[in-house]
């Protein structure tokens, strides 16, 4: 399997200091990779790293077998990266159609903007069902689907969730993570950054589990989920009834 | 999380350029002794308090006054009608009167505040500026408290004329380190965490159980306080003041300047601003007589500072500074050193029992 | 048992949206009670309404036998009602520790030193693993990690009850759990909880009684097991049964994606 996306000897962090210290992984193509860890790991900076928001401090980021590190996150979308963000980010007042088209904004070319958008649409039906009404009054769940067929727009060549379960309810999210294999049925690569490990270790063909700013464990998501050391740090107990 | 710049060597090293600062200040005048010279000093310091003031309370609580020229206005009225009620004469006591005035200013920010303070964001910016508006129209046509266009006059000083500077310049650095201190004084304190959470989210604060309204009143009447003091040795420096000079609107935006070019929200910030737009705004008033080329270059300079350094001299600068001392002490940080951010496995057992 | 929070009758519109449309609730001293429901059902504006950040169209809301219906937040925040944000309202620009003094102003000042001591301070930051960010700026912080700053905030006032607005959610298994262990412990101290969740192990583990929300009002109450067999709350919630199965882990029923396992390459 060649490897879409990989970051080594990473270190990058803000004001008070590193938060990412010598991190190196990888993501291969065509699949699911999974990041989990604990609140403060690093999964957040990890994604700014690759996103262009955080500039690293040493260490290499690269896609597609090209250097990326500290290219503006405009150039980095522009490669084929795309992030969809924890918080909604669709424009409450516009309709979900605007929504996705917007997502095509880097595109010069209308009638390719169309074309994309009659393919999105075969992969998110929500999009046409709901096209024309505001997306604000759409549900949570959703609009995080809006949100995913608006990436699809650029036609990336690897798609960064971030906490896609966030705040959905058991009903939803369940349409969403469905949601999340058809994308990587359709051929996309996937990053995925999830608190909720099992949903997200259950979805991935590889997991990674970062610690204090590095790699504790990688592997295939059953790997993971396996490991006892991870089971107990980071899986948990089931929560301790009430005595 | 370890901040270069809160070790104790760089705590004493703030300190220090504190205590020369001042000591410089005190200094000043006695080294530079042309008139020309300290009257340039004497605005800067004025302009040094006017402009921290306005940052005690925009800056701390993010409510943008552009209105505060009617404290100064207000405290330079106090003074001349005390003064001529009472038939005083001029001399150093007149400056007894100034912490009277600045109390006088205070008070008119009670109101002003209750009404202003009633909107918030872009509405608060507006109501401000129509405040000052009203308060300069009243200022041209209550006539028997300002004489309106004609203006009033202060008494006028016995000094000699190579010392006259002097006391002007001595009441400004007073009023300066007061403006300061009470800046610093409010940072540290719990009114100014109140401040600065309404700041952030004023709702959130309310919902905590902060005060909003008291504490936004009391910041801008504060604000207030120290203004008018500014306003009133002006009116006393300049020996006359009419309706323009002393409730001008360029004065509500050069102190807002000022804040936002050294740093909005710290308790430096005003001060370094102030120390480099006034003197250069003197400069360049007497250099080209013209003040709209003054105002056009002060107006490329503030875009300058928003483009290359958008929070401020001081922020701006200490982030540089802090890049560069971790950037010189990074090779003892190898991949084998403690990580600097807590993980479950440093929890001892101990450490997560449930605190009361 | 006495009735501490009561919400009555409740209605509340967004335009022509019915955000609360009858809305009822009694949570009893003491408890913990659990508040599910789908994306939209109008959860997170009963919380609005309740602390006073919403002005409800109709409808009262009594705690402690006092109506508080239309006080100001403060008001009902001094009264002893906490609560945290689902999106999370921390004070962006403070350091973690200024975050939770900023609560200091909402507790009678007698018991200030003792709530606001530095030292409960760290024992609360630490509670919730974020001691070494003491000092970090609360806007540098992860989603997850505001959360727990929130629920820090929330705690640090003692208040009578705290409504908590998913505070699982973005937050790591393990942790997960400690917070459950915490919201136990207090409880046991006498500390009362209205709890919005949709991570069902943590809601079923944790709740006394547990109310479902479906279209701006309650359709359902009960205890746990009962709720979770109630076929409206299965339809319209769950969509699906519930396993019970030892390895329903965090995330409960996410365990049933059987669509996506088999999908797997």
Redesign the interface.
Same mark, same amino acid.
């Given at each position: 399997m060649s490897i879409l996306l990989e970051l080594h000897g990473v270190w990058a962090g803000y004001d008070g200091g590193d938060v990412l210290r010598d991190l190196t992984l990888s993501v291969p193509a065509g699949s699911i990779t999974c990041v989990v860890g604990p609140n403060g790991a690093g999964k957040s900076t990890v994604l700014r790293v690759i996103s262009g928001q955080l500039i690293p401090r040493r260490g290499t980021v690269v896609f597609d077998g090209e250097e990326i590190g500290g290219l503006s996150p405009r150039k980095i979308l522009s490669r084929g990266i795309v992030q969809v963000a924890q918080e909604h980010t669709l424009f409450p007042d516009m309709t979900v159609r605007e929504n996705v088209e917007l997502g095509g904004f880097l595109l010069r070319d209308r009638a390719e903007v169309a074309r994309r958008l009659r393919q999105i649409e075969d992969l998110f039906p929500i999009v046409t069902d709901r096209g024309g009404e505001r997306a604000g009054a759409l549900s949570g769940g959703q609009q995080r689907l809006v949100e995913f067929a608006r990436c699809l727009m650029l036609d990336p060549k690897l798609v960064v969730l971030d906490e896609p379960s966030m705040g959905l309810d058991p009903k939803t999210l369940r349409t969403v993570l469905q949601q999340v294999a058809a994308m990587r049925d359709a051929g996309r690569t996937i990053l995925l950054v999830e608190q909720n490990v099992r949903a997200g270790l259950s979805l991935a063909g590889q997991a990674v589990v970062l610690e204090s700013g590095h790699v504790r464990l990688a592997g295939t998501g059953a790997q993971v989920l396996a490991n006892p050391d991870i089971a107990h740090l980071y899986l948990g107990g089931a929560p301790r009834s009430l005595a | 999380?370890?901040?270069p710049l $809160?070790t104790p060597l760089w705590r004493g090293a703030r300190v220090g350029t504190a205590g020369l600062a001042l000591i410089a200040a005190v200094a000043f005048p006695f080294v530079f002794t042309n008139p020309a010279v300290t009257s340039v000093a004497m605005f800067t310091l004025l302009f040094v308090g006017s402009s921290s003031a306005w940052n005690l309370f925009s800056g701390y609580s993010g409510y943008m006054a552009l209105g505060n020229a009617v404290f100064f206005g207000s405290g330079a009225y106090f003074l001349a009608n005390v003064a001529k009620d009472l038939h005083l004469k001029g001399g150093i006591g007149i400056f007894a009167l100034v912490p009277l005035a600045g109390l006088f200013a205070g008070l008119v920010g009670v109101p002003v505040g209750w009404l202003a303070l009633r909107t918030r964001r872009h509405t608060f910016v507006v109501v401000t500026i129509s405040i000052f508006f009203v308060f300069q129209l009243l200022a041209y046509n209550l006539h028997s408290l300002t004489n309106g266009s004609g203006g009033m006059q202060l008494p006028m000083p016995p000094w000699l004329a190579d010392t006259y500077n002097n006391y002007f310049y001595a009441a400004a650095l007073v009023v300066a380190v007061v403006a300061i201190a009470l800046s610093w004084a409010v940072r540290r304190s719990?009114f100014g965490?109140?401040l600065?959470?309404i700041?952030?989210?004023e709702?959130? $604060?309310?919902?905590?159980?902060?005060?909003?309204e008291r504490v936004k009143l009391a910041a801008f009447a504060l604000t207030g306080f120290i203004t008018g003091m500014c306003g009133a040795i002006t009116a006393y420096y300049l020996g006359s003041i009419y309706p323009p000079f002393v409730f001008d609107a360029l004065f509500d935006v050069t102190i807002a300047l000022m804040a936002f070019l050294g740093g909005l929200?710290t308790v430096t910030g005003p001060v370094v601003g102030a120390l480099l737009l006034e003197p250069m705004q003197q400069y360049l008033t007497l250099r080209f007589s013209n003040a709209g080329i003054s105002l056009i270059l002060f107006g490329c300079l503030f875009l300058l500072v928003i483009r290359f350094l958008p929070e401020g001299v001081v922020p701006s600068l200490a982030?540089l500074l802090?890049h560069v001392l971790?950037t010189r002490g990074e090779p003892q940080?190898g991949?084998g050193d403690p990580? &600097?951010?807590?993980?479950?496995?440093d929890?001892s057992p101990a $450490?997560?029992e449930? &605190?009361r | 048992m006495t009735a501490l929070l009561e919400v009555r009758e409740v209605r509340k519109s967004f335009g022509g949206l019915h955000a609360l449309n009858g809305c009822s609730l009694t949570v009893q001293e003491g408890t913990v009670a659990g508040l599910i429901g789908p994306n939209g059902s109008g959860k997170t504006t009963l919380f609005n309404v309740i602390t006073g950040y919403e002005r409800a169209d109709a409808g009262t809301v009594a705690f402690g036998g006092q109506d508080v219906t239309g006080l100001a937040t403060g008001k009902i925040g001094g009264l002893g009602v906490g609560r945290t944000f689902q999106l999370t309202r921390v004070f962006n620009r403070l350091t973690l520790l200024e975050n939770l003094q900023v609560g200091r102003a909402g507790v009678p000042r007698e018991r200030r030193g003792e709530l606001y001591g530095p030292a409960r301070c760290m024992e609360l930051l630490d509670f919730v693993g974020l001691t070494a960010l003491a000092q970090a700026q609360a806007g540098s912080l992860s989603y997850g990690q505001r959360k727990l700053v929130e629920l820090a905030m929330v705690l640090a006032q003692e208040p009578k009850v705290v409504l908590l607005d998913e505070p699982a959610g973005g937050i790591n298994p393990t942790l997960i759990g400690q917070i459950a262990d915490r919201i136990g412990e207090l409880n046991r101290r006498g500390m009362t909880f209205l709890v919005v969740e949709h991570n069902m192990e943590f809601v079923m583990g944790l709740c006394d009684v547990i109310s479902v929300m479906e279209r701006g009002a309650v359709i359902a109450c009960g205890r746990p097991e009962e709720v979770r067999k109630d076929p409206r709350v299965l339809d319209a919630y769950l969509g699906g049964a519930l396993d019970d199965g030892p390895d329903d882990g965090p995330g409960g029923p996410t365990g049933q994606t059987e669509g996506i396992e088999g999908a797997q390459p």
């Amino acid at each position: 399997m060649s490897i879409l996306l990989e970051l080594h000897g990473v270190w990058a962090g803000y004001d008070g200091g590193d938060v990412l210290r010598d991190l190196t992984l990888s993501v291969p193509a065509g699949s699911i990779t999974c990041v989990v860890g604990p609140n403060g790991a690093g999964k957040s900076t990890v994604l700014r790293v690759i996103s262009g928001q955080l500039i690293p401090r040493r260490g290499t980021v690269v896609f597609d077998g090209e250097e990326i590190g500290g290219l503006s996150p405009r150039k980095i979308l522009s490669r084929g990266i795309v992030q969809v963000a924890q918080e909604h980010t669709l424009f409450p007042d516009m309709t979900v159609r605007e929504n996705v088209e917007l997502g095509g904004f880097l595109l010069r070319d209308r009638a390719e903007v169309a074309r994309r958008l009659r393919q999105i649409e075969d992969l998110f039906p929500i999009v046409t069902d709901r096209g024309g009404e505001r997306a604000g009054a759409l549900s949570g769940g959703q609009q995080r689907l809006v949100e995913f067929a608006r990436c699809l727009m650029l036609d990336p060549k690897l798609v960064v969730l971030d906490e896609p379960s966030m705040g959905l309810d058991p009903k939803t999210l369940r349409t969403v993570l469905q949601q999340v294999a058809a994308m990587r049925d359709a051929g996309r690569t996937i990053l995925l950054v999830e608190q909720n490990v099992r949903a997200g270790l259950s979805l991935a063909g590889q997991a990674v589990v970062l610690e204090s700013g590095h790699v504790r464990l990688a592997g295939t998501g059953a790997q993971v989920l396996a490991n006892p050391d991870i089971a107990h740090l980071y899986l948990g107990g089931a929560p301790r009834s009430l005595a | 999380m370890n901040d270069p710049l $809160a070790t104790p060597l760089w705590r004493g090293a703030r300190v220090g350029t504190a205590g020369l600062a001042l000591i410089a200040a005190v200094a000043f005048p006695f080294v530079f002794t042309n008139p020309a010279v300290t009257s340039v000093a004497m605005f800067t310091l004025l302009f040094v308090g006017s402009s921290s003031a306005w940052n005690l309370f925009s800056g701390y609580s993010g409510y943008m006054a552009l209105g505060n020229a009617v404290f100064f206005g207000s405290g330079a009225y106090f003074l001349a009608n005390v003064a001529k009620d009472l038939h005083l004469k001029g001399g150093i006591g007149i400056f007894a009167l100034v912490p009277l005035a600045g109390l006088f200013a205070g008070l008119v920010g009670v109101p002003v505040g209750w009404l202003a303070l009633r909107t918030r964001r872009h509405t608060f910016v507006v109501v401000t500026i129509s405040i000052f508006f009203v308060f300069q129209l009243l200022a041209y046509n209550l006539h028997s408290l300002t004489n309106g266009s004609g203006g009033m006059q202060l008494p006028m000083p016995p000094w000699l004329a190579d010392t006259y500077n002097n006391y002007f310049y001595a009441a400004a650095l007073v009023v300066a380190v007061v403006a300061i201190a009470l800046s610093w004084a409010v940072r540290r304190s719990r009114f100014g965490l109140d401040l600065l959470a309404i700041r952030d989210d004023e709702d959130r $604060a309310r919902g905590l159980g902060v005060r909003t309204e008291r504490v936004k009143l009391a910041a801008f009447a504060l604000t207030g306080f120290i203004t008018g003091m500014c306003g009133a040795i002006t009116a006393y420096y300049l020996g006359s003041i009419y309706p323009p000079f002393v409730f001008d609107a360029l004065f509500d935006v050069t102190i807002a300047l000022m804040a936002f070019l050294g740093g909005l929200g710290t308790v430096t910030g005003p001060v370094v601003g102030a120390l480099l737009l006034e003197p250069m705004q003197q400069y360049l008033t007497l250099r080209f007589s013209n003040a709209g080329i003054s105002l056009i270059l002060f107006g490329c300079l503030f875009l300058l500072v928003i483009r290359f350094l958008p929070e401020g001299v001081v922020p701006s600068l200490a982030r540089l500074l802090r890049h560069v001392l971790r950037t010189r002490g990074e090779p003892q940080a190898g991949p084998g050193d403690p990580p &600097p951010y807590d993980s479950p496995a440093d929890h001892s057992p101990a $450490a997560r029992e449930v &605190p009361r | 048992m006495t009735a501490l929070l009561e919400v009555r009758e409740v209605r509340k519109s967004f335009g022509g949206l019915h955000a609360l449309n009858g809305c009822s609730l009694t949570v009893q001293e003491g408890t913990v009670a659990g508040l599910i429901g789908p994306n939209g059902s109008g959860k997170t504006t009963l919380f609005n309404v309740i602390t006073g950040y919403e002005r409800a169209d109709a409808g009262t809301v009594a705690f402690g036998g006092q109506d508080v219906t239309g006080l100001a937040t403060g008001k009902i925040g001094g009264l002893g009602v906490g609560r945290t944000f689902q999106l999370t309202r921390v004070f962006n620009r403070l350091t973690l520790l200024e975050n939770l003094q900023v609560g200091r102003a909402g507790v009678p000042r007698e018991r200030r030193g003792e709530l606001y001591g530095p030292a409960r301070c760290m024992e609360l930051l630490d509670f919730v693993g974020l001691t070494a960010l003491a000092q970090a700026q609360a806007g540098s912080l992860s989603y997850g990690q505001r959360k727990l700053v929130e629920l820090a905030m929330v705690l640090a006032q003692e208040p009578k009850v705290v409504l908590l607005d998913e505070p699982a959610g973005g937050i790591n298994p393990t942790l997960i759990g400690q917070i459950a262990d915490r919201i136990g412990e207090l409880n046991r101290r006498g500390m009362t909880f209205l709890v919005v969740e949709h991570n069902m192990e943590f809601v079923m583990g944790l709740c006394d009684v547990i109310s479902v929300m479906e279209r701006g009002a309650v359709i359902a109450c009960g205890r746990p097991e009962e709720v979770r067999k109630d076929p409206r709350v299965l339809d319209a919630y769950l969509g699906g049964a519930l396993d019970d199965g030892p390895d329903d882990g965090p995330g409960g029923p996410t365990g049933q994606t059987e669509g996506i396992e088999g999908a797997q390459p």
